[in-house]
Nanobody, 125 residues
Framework: QVQLVESGGGLVQAGGSLRLSCAAS????????VGWFRQAPGKERTFVSAMTWSGGTTYYADSVKGRFTISRDNAKNTVYLQMNSLKLEDTAVYYC??????????????????WGQGTQVTVSS
């Protein structure tokens, strides 16, 4: 079972940038798909971005397309979410998730079986 730890969250002004990291232990990401999700207080967890590790195929929610970029570092066994041009509505707890042997349904939280504990991102005006 892969263990995931998110980091890089914090407070940023609207229009600013943050880079989130998701580090894996116990297993490597080499055979996994990885996703980023976010959840605001009182709201459901929603899809942000995903990537198939081996093929490098990426997916983005319409709300973040052109502003966020998902990437990976194989040597560090880490996936990143670069967030630019941040908006107030991006405020949420951000979670990374992983699943093995799956390359479809990556926009759905139920697809994943490993989750990090989340990192808070707060965007201020």
């Amino acid at each position: 079972q892969v263990q995931l730890v998110e980091s890089g969250g914090g407070l940023v002004q609207a229009g600013g940038s943050l880079r989130l990291s998701c580090a894996a232990s116990g297993r490597t990401f080499s055979s996994y798909a990885v996703g980023w999700f976010r959840q605001a207080p009182g709201k459901e967890r929603t899809f942000v971005s995903a990537m198939t590790w081996s093929g490098g195929t990426t997916y983005y929610a319409d709300s973040v397309k052109g502003r966020f970029t998902i990437s990976r570092d194989n040597a560090k066994n880490t996936v990143y979410l670069q967030m630019n041009s941040l908006k107030l509505e991006d405020t949420a707890v951000y979670y990374c998730a992983a699943v093995t042997s799956i390359i479809y349904g990556l926009r759905s939280p139920s697809t994943y079986n490993s989750w990090g504990q989340g990192t808070q991102v707060t965007v201020s005006s």
